[in-house]
Nanobody, 126 residues
Framework: DVQLQASGGGLVQAGGSLRLSCVVSGFTFDDYAIGWFRQAPGKEREGVSCIIISEGSTYYADSVKGRFTISSDNAKNTVYLEMNSLKPEDTAVYYC???????????????????WGQGTLVTVSS
């Protein structure tokens, strides 16, 4: 079974930075893609970023472009989300996830992702 473990959330002031980590197991890491999603209170879960690990190609939501960076460490089976210039509107529970089908998915659509980590809370104070 695919397993994902997200960590790294916390409380930070606006303008600050955090790095989230997602340790994955249960599949061939190099052949897969991992996405980061977030869900703020009262809002739907939304796609934040995604990386195709074997290619290094990435996706970012418009709201985080230029501020967030996704990367992977194949030796550690870990995907990172470096978040800079954080804003109060970035406050949410952040999840990492793996797509149901590696060959056919929308990186921004949570419905296309079938394996989820437990989530880590990011709170940005103004």
């Amino acid at each position: 079974d695919v397993q994902l473990q997200a960590s790294g959330g916390g409380l930070v002031q606006a303008g600050g930075s955090l790095r989230l980590s997602c340790v994955v197991s249960g599949f061939t890491f190099d052949d897969y893609a991992i996405g980061w999603f977030r869900q703020a209170p009262g809002k739907e879960r939304e796609g934040v970023s995604c990386i195709i690990i074997s290619e290094g190609s990435t996706y970012y939501a418009d709201s985080v472009k230029g501020r967030f960076t996704i990367s992977s460490d194949n030796a550690k089976n870990t995907v990172y989300l470096e978040m800079n210039s954080l804003k109060p509107e970035d406050t949410a529970v952040y999840y990492c996830a793996a797509p149901r089908s590696y060959s056919d998915y929308d990186p921004s659509d949570p419905a296309d992702f079938g394996s989820w980590g437990q989530g880590t809370l990011v709170t940005v104070s103004s």
